[in-house]
């Protein structure tokens, strides 16, 4: 009777090792198999409005070919990545965006923005150009997204899809001359990125905005269209 209790607690003894271990070699294997699975993407949520291609095309500053139009140089002066004003998304390109900057200080000239663009960081607003009348500042790659029709991330948006292009208005500046430059520019980037007329927008088009102020207030938005027109069809061939 005593040599049967001994063996059935040998037995217990046995059963509750076998259970440990076997215990330890599942939590093993388990720890293997997680660590022998690849790593899985990321996966980006996204929302209807958001355009797919941003986040479906590789990084590529485009565009540093282009260095004047119609003799006024383009010097291409880019917001730093570390600036809010550059989230550095990619996108697709679907419109020219037009805007006046609505500042009449002597020194708010192309140059003058450009400065501000690239060392101020209290904002996200940027934009691609900045056209006056005998210079243009590029400031964004143009597949890259800038914060300028206020239309948030709407899918086929002015801020998601767009070109901004800022004429200044400074004192000083011959305001016919940006005009100039700016369709010039305007029918250029049309032929690179393969858009039409009807691409090319006003500020106003995407959000309850008088801009460009001037063209608007003085009726001269079609003016301009048909002086795009004119350029895009007769230069570039
Ligand atoms: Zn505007």
């Keep these: 009777m005593k040599t049967y209790n001994i063996l059935k607690k040998i037995v217990i003894a046995l059963a509750i090792i076998a259970a440990v271990m076997l ?59 570390d600036s809010p004003r550059r ?10 965006t037009i805007h006046e900057t609505d500042n009449r200080s002597t020194s708010a000239t192309a140059q003058g923005h450009s400065a501000y663009l690239i060392s101020d960081y209290n904002d996200i607003t940027a934009w691609h150009y900045t056209v006056d009348d005998h210079e243009i500042y590029h400031n964004l790659p143009d597949n890259e997204i800038a914060w300028n029709a206020g239309d948030d991330r709407v899918r ?37 990125y393969q858009l039409s007329l009807e691409d090319v927008k006003m500020h106003a088009d995407f959000m309850d905005k008088i801009c460009p ?10 003016e301009f269209l048909d002086l795009v027109q004119t350029y895009y069809e007769s230069e570039g061939q």
Aim: hydrophobic share 35%; proline share 4%.
């Design 213 to 222: 102020h001037r063209l608007i207030s003085e009726g001269r938005v079609e």
């Design 23 to 81: 215990g330890i070699l599942f939590v093993i294997l388990q720890t293997e198999k997680n660590h022998s699975q690849p790593q899985e993407t990321p996966i980006v949520e996204t929302e209807d409005s958001i355009d797919e291609e941003i986040y479906t095309s590789e990084y590529v500053t485009r565009n540093y070919e282009l260095n004047e139009v119609n003799g006024i140089p383009i010097i291409h002066s880019f917001i730093p990545f």
């Design 156 to 192: 086929d948006g002015g801020n998601i899809n767009g070109i901004g292009i800022e004429m200044c208005v400074n004192l000083g500046v011959d305001f016919e001359k940006t005009v100039d430059n700016t369709a010039h520019l305007t029918a250029q980037l049309l032929r690179t």
């Design 87 to 96: 989230p550095g998304e990619i996108r697709a390109i679907k419109y020219i």
